[in-house]
């Protein structure tokens, strides 16, 4: 009885993920959304657009190689996005979608678990190492110092565009929290963001990264845990995130279950 529950709890959630995240509410901070049959068409500006939507409408193969093409047309004639990610999910029905997205220049990257949770269930005190300490940034000289650790954990590019991104977003006040564990010396050592939705039952726990060396110390739990607070306190029920296989293992100690997976295809001009 315990498996069928566990189940049906995955089938609800999955549900609710399907009907209040694939909507517009996905793309918070998106300069400009356009839509092409089912496709939400997103520009973000610094060069990045991404493709999302609640299902690709019943096409067919012919039908999702058609969406793929016109997808990637209209990004073309847009020469200021070099970057563009389209997001599949393991459930939808979308017969010949990794054949048309590879054969328009689509390269995959690896799937990531999509994660979902009761907020309440992990709105709990969690105690960190001796010396470090947890705090909400607000400023942007934390905003890049945070950001130069996440580059260093994930070995990506920093980017004047994403810092811009992000001010922007803190400085309207629509809900984006970043939080950061740093050392009694003032060095971050953790960090990740809470991305509340709007009109949904819904926060996205998101960026989280933690610096090799203080790892498995519950400082990447203890950062879960003030995020479900806070957005308790915002009203939400549900956290989400897409997650790696570093962090799906701790998310799920944490509550969470997973429902899903997503791939990301990037596309680069």
């Known amino acids: 009885m315990g498996d069928v529950?566990?189940?049906?709890?995955?089938?609800?959630?999955?549900?609710?993920y399907d009907e209040q995240l694939r909507t517009d509410a996905e793309t918070p901070g998106a300069l400009a959304i356009e839509h092409l049959g089912?496709?939400?068409?997103?520009?973000?500006?610094?060069?990045?657009?991404?493709?999302?939507?609640?299902?690709?409408?019943?096409?067919?193969?012919?039908?999702?190689?058609a969406l793929v093409a016109d997808a990637v047309a209209h990004f073309e004639r847009m020469p200021q996005i070099v970057q563009v990610e389209w997001k599949t999910r393991s459930h939808d029905i979308a017969p010949g979608l990794h054949e048309a997205l590879l054969a328009h220049g689509f390269e995959p990257e690896a799937p990531e678990a999509i994660m979902?949770?009761?907020?309440?269930?992990?709105?709990?005190?969690?105690?960190?190492?001796?010396?470090?300490?947890?705090?909400?940034?607000?400023?942007?000289?934390?905003?890049?110092?945070?950001?130069?650790?996440?580059?260093?954990?994930?070995?990506s590019q920093p980017s004047e565009a994403f810092i811009a991104a992000v001010m922007g977003r803190l400085a309207a006040d629509d809900g984006l929290e970043f939080w950061v564990a740093e050392t009694d010396t003032g060095d971050i050592v953790a960090a990740g963001r809470l991305d509340p939705v709007a009109n949904s039952d819904f926060a996205g726990i998101?960026?989280?990264?933690?610096?090799?060396?203080?790892?498995?110390?519950?400082?990447?739990?203890?950062?879960?845990?003030?995020?479900a607070q806070s957005?308790?306190?915002?009203?939400?029920?549900?956290l989400h995130s897409d997650s790696t296989a570093y962090s799906r293992p701790i998310l799920e100690r944490a509550g969470l279950v997973q429902v899903s997976t997503t791939t990301p295809y990037q596309w680069r001009r």
């Open 5 to 16: 529950n566990g189940m049906r709890d995955r089938a609800a959630l999955l549900r609710a």
């Open 38 to 65: 089912p496709l939400r068409l997103v520009d973000y500006g610094g060069g990045r657009g991404f493709i999302s939507y609640r299902d690709l409408g019943g096409a067919d193969a012919a039908g999702v190689a």
């Open 116 to 155: 979902i949770g009761p907020v309440a269930a992990l709105a709990v005190d969690v105690r960190v190492p001796d010396g470090v300490s947890l705090r909400r940034v607000r400023d942007e000289r934390d905003v890049r110092a945070m950001n130069r650790m996440q580059n260093d954990v994930f070995g």
């Open 206 to 227: 998101w960026g989280g990264a933690t610096r090799e060396q203080w790892r498995g110390r519950g400082i990447y739990r203890a950062l879960v845990a003030v995020r």
């Open 231 to 238: 957005a308790l306190a915002l009203g939400k029920t549900l």
